[in-house]
């Protein structure tokens, strides 16, 4: 009796592990097909949702040098990019290799079944607190990655892949971030009242969050990119 | 009688003043029309609704046969004017002055012409200096330029001999006769200064709180046998003692200190000169006075502020 | 009544007082566009500190020929309008204080002619104003200070529109304020008819505009609902709304398009309604005003 007790709290503690393990070897398994590439140059179109602005679509060229380098340009005008874009790149989640992998339930993303993997960062000192990602096992692509920060709140990124998925570059990839309210300092400039602004604001229930969609055209991949760019 | 100018009943009230009480006069073709009165009489009230400056209460004016009200356009294109002193833009020049008005007037505004009338007032030389560089006479003259400019019939002067100087008031006086003996223009001409009106108008009217007292030719309205005479002379108690124990006491008017007054009939003043001298009275000046200033200041007695004669 | 016209434009343009506002617009807008070269940057951060958390603001970039000319525009609200009811505010004062009112008004023009054409006069003077005035805020500008996006910032919002989205903007802006300045110059030219000297109407006049301007940005309710939407000064500022694009309903700004057309154009008629009644009124006061000066 005491023999089949033992045997089975450690058949579950060996699979217990072996789970953590399976979820820790899948993250590296996304982890490396994401590090090959080392570096890109992309043309998309970026949309931005943030409460407190209204801009039109940009062309934007974005730039990625690994680890964690990330720009958004946009080379015939201006664009106004949300702070924190820089983690943008899914590489920059998972520089740091010093986390734990907890898996959690799968769900499903549209028609796709995802594993969940929460990632747990062992330095305790680090700025992420929690990274939660859907992976697709079968094409080894994050379809959404959650983190939570400790000065930023919490945001998202969601990815649909297409032609690039080998390189596990997405075709759109979705920001969601926090945002703090704006408001212009009093008294700089008198606003055109047409009479219609009040009755929308009682009716809007004001958000913090922003969001960012940037839909990729194609990709450069490893071609080298100048440090000069990110400055 | 319908003339150049035919003023009926016309009435002005301003708030709590009347200040032109159902006038009516006429103005003939080529008459030198004198405006007589006090200051504040109406005499500039009236002249400005005759150029539509002011709009009547009451009455009609009819100028040229037509009526002013319904045909003020093709009326005013035959009238020129001067009220008062004359205003120009003092930042343009004689002739940008001179330019404006005749463009105004729709007139000729050729450079050639222009210049002509420039010559005519003697300012050719100062067409192109600025406005406010003129003289008070100067500026006068280019203001009687700017009321010829588009060559009116009817000339209407309001005081136009405000603020100049003798040699002004004599140019002004020589224009006036120029307008009317030569260029057969009809003028009227309010002033305050009798003596030149007398010497110029051949017609006029005297008004006093805005009403007419008295209207017609001037030498109509100035009865000779009421000529004020001064003498002047050498030893005047002796003068004023001869007077006084002759036939020409009852014409005595008051002896004064360095004259004497009487009032006789015009024709009498040789007599009394030629009596003076036989009774041994040395006369210095034997003068018939201002007839007109004494006309107008008997018609308009009671308004009197000074004695007529100073002491 | 072109003749007359030409003669009006010839005593506004020879008159060097009329100078003094070309020179004073060409100074108040070099001195902005000095201090935006040396340091535009300080006051951006400022104008746009309230989003400096969330976005990276690409200062260098945005401040360009199309933004700083809309800031000179907003910095002059009150002063151009002055320099308007100078004029205005002078064109019947000014002659009944120089004694030319009366040797006009006896020629053989019609009081309702002359004042149409001394009204078109002011008008013509206020549009070359405002085109001086869109030379050197909108040409200069873009000279000194390049061309780019424009960002806009709102009470609430912040707009972003495209480079090629902003001049088509811009003349409608300057047509508007046109009929903007115009109602000020209206606003003299009818109290002008009241005075024998231009400081009383010239002064009046900036004291309403002063004094409805202020009441026009209260936020104040009792105001708001009765008093605000009847002050023309409410409507001065929809040059404004040339600049606001209509959204998507997710954040984004559609090119080419005006976020409240009709509220423009309502303001429009409000404005030209005003112009319409103070010059009505100014015509109708006038012809039976009696000349005493």
Redesign the interface.
């Known amino acids: 009796m005491k023999g089949i007790v033992i045997s089975t709290l450690f058949l579950m503690l060996v699979s217990k592990v072996s789970v953590a393990q399976e979820a820790m070897d899948l993250v590296l398994k996304v982890k490396t097909k994401i590090e090959q590439v080392k570096d890109y140059e992309a043309t998309g179109i970026m949309k931005t949702n943030v409460p407190f602005l209204k801009v039109p679509m940009a062309d934007v060229t974005i730039y990625f040098k690994n680890p964690d380098k990330l720009k958004i340009k946009n080379e015939k005008g201006i664009s106004l990019v949300p702070k924190g874009a820089a983690s943008m790149s899914l590489s920059n989640l998972m520089a740091n290799r010093k986390f734990t992998a907890i898996p959690a339930e799968n769900e499903k993303i549209g028609n796709i079944t995802v594993k969940v993997i929460k990632l747990l960062p062992l330095d305790d000192n680090s700025e992420i607190v929690l990274s939660t990602l859907y992976i697709d096992e079968a094409r080894l692509l994050i379809l959404k990655a959650r983190t939570t920060t400790r000065e930023n709140g919490t945001y998202e990124l969601a990815m649909q892949y297409g032609k690039y998925a080998s390189y596990a570059l997405p075709d759109k990839a979705v920001f969601t971030f926090n945002t703090k309210e704006y408001k212009l300092p009093k008294g700089v400039t008198f606003d055109y009242d047409d009479g219609s602004k009040k009755s929308k604001n009682k009716d809007e229930v004001k958000t913090n969050k922003g969001m960012l969609e940037i839909s990729y055209n194609n990709y450069i991949i490893n071609k080298g990119v100048p440090d000069s760019v990110f400055k | 009688m319908t003339g150049i100018i035919n003023v009926s009943s016309l009435t002005k009230q301003f708030k709590d003043v009347k200040a032109v009480d159902s006038l009516s006069f006429t103005v003939n073709q080529s008459d030198v029309y004198g405006f007589l009165g006090q200051n504040g009489a109406g005499k500039s009230t009236t002249i400005r609704m005759l150029l539509t400056l002011i709009e009547p209460s009451g009455g009609e004016i009819e100028i040229f046969g037509l009526n002013l009200r319904s045909h003020r356009k093709e009326i005013l294109r035959q009238v020129g004017a001067i009220i008062e002193r004359p205003d120009l833009y003092k930042y343009l020049s004689g002739y940008e002055n001179l330019q404006l008005f005749a463009k105004m007037n729709g007139v000729d505004s050729s450079r050639k012409k222009l210049m002509e009338q420039l010559e005519l007032v003697g300012l050719a030389d100062r067409a192109n200096s600025k406005a406010k560089t003129y003289s008070q006479g100067m500026k006068q003259r280019l203001g009687i330029a700017i009321a010829l400019v588009h060559d009116p019939q009817l000339v209407i002067l309001d005081e136009p001999t405000n603020g100049l100087d003798p040699q002004g008031i004599a140019d002004m006086r020589n224009l006036i006769l120029h307008l009317s003996r030569h260029l057969k223009k009809t003028v009227v001409v309010s002033s305050h200064l009798l003596s030149e009106i007398e010497q110029v108008a051949t017609r006029m009217l005297i008004i006093d709180k805005g009403k007419k007292i008295v209207e017609g030719a001037v030498e109509e309205l100035i009865d000779p046998a009421k000529t004020l005479v001064s003498l002047e002379a050498t030893d005047l108690s002796f003068a004023v003692d001869y007077i006084q124990n002759s036939k020409w006491n009852a014409f005595l008017i008051k002896p004064v200190f360095d004259n004497i007054l009487l009032q006789i009939h015009r024709e009498q003043i040789p007599e009394l000169n030629h009596d003076l001298v036989y009774a041994g009275v040395g006369v210095l000046s034997l003068q018939a006075k201002n007839s007109l200033e004494n006309y107008f200041l008997q018609i308009t007695a009671g308004k009197q502020y000074v004695g007529n004669f100073t002491d | 009544m072109l003749?007359?016209l030409?003669?009006e434009l010839?005593?506004i343009f020879?008159?060097?007082r009329t100078y003094i506002s070309f020179a004073a617009i060409a100074a108040m807008v070099g001195i902005v566009q000095l201090a935006l070269k040396v340091d535009g940057i300080s006051y951006l951060e400022?104008?746009m500190?309230?989003?400096k958390?969330?976005?990276?603001?690409?200062y260098q970039?945005?401040l360009n020929g199309y933004l700083v000319c809309f800031i000179i525009l907003?910095?002059l609200?009150i002063h151009v309008p002055l320099l308007v009811a100078l004029v205005a505010g002078d064109s019947i004062a000014g002659e009944a204080n120089?004694?030319?009112l009366?040797?006009?008004?006896?020629?053989?023009?019609?009081r309702t002619q002359f004042m149409l054409t001394k009204f078109a006069a002011c008008v013509i003077y206020t549009v070359m104003l405002l085109i001086w005035m869109a030379l050197l805020s909108l040409l200069v500008s873009i000279l000194l200070f390049g061309t780019?996006?424009m960002?806009i910032?709102?009470?609430?919002?912040?707009?972003?529109?495209?480079?090629s989205?902003i001049l088509w903007r811009y003349i409608a802006a300057f047509a508007y304020a046109a009929v903007a300045l115009t109602t000020v110059a209206a606003l003299a030219f009818l109290l002008s008819i009241f005075a024998d000297n231009s400081i009383g109407p010239i002064v009046s006049t900036i004291s309403i505009v002063i004094v409805f301007?202020i009441l026009?940005?209260m936020q104040i309710p009792i105001y708001d609902d009765t008093v605000k939407?009847w002050l023309f000064t409410?409507h001065m500022?929809?040059?404004?709304?040339f600049f606001?694009?209509k959204?998507n309903g997710?954040?984004?700004?559609?090119?080419g398009t005006i976020?409240?057309l009709p509220?423009?154009m309502r303001?429009l008629g409000v404005l030209i309604g005003y112009i319409v009644l103070f010059v009505g009124s100014a015509i109708l006061i006038f012809r039976?005003k009696?000349?005493?000066s």
């Open positions: 003749a007359i030409r003669i010839l005593k020879r008159r060097p400022f104008l500190g309230g989003m958390d969330s976005i990276e603001i690409p970039v945005v907003n910095l609200l120089m004694g030319t009366r040797l006009l008004l006896t020629r053989p023009v019609s780019n996006d960002i910032t709102r009470n609430d919002v912040v707009e972003q529109i495209q480079r989205d301007t026009s940005e939407p409410s500022l929809a040059w404004k709304g606001y694009s959204s997710e954040g984004e700004a559609i090119k976020e409240n509220a423009i303001s039976k009696d000349i005493l």
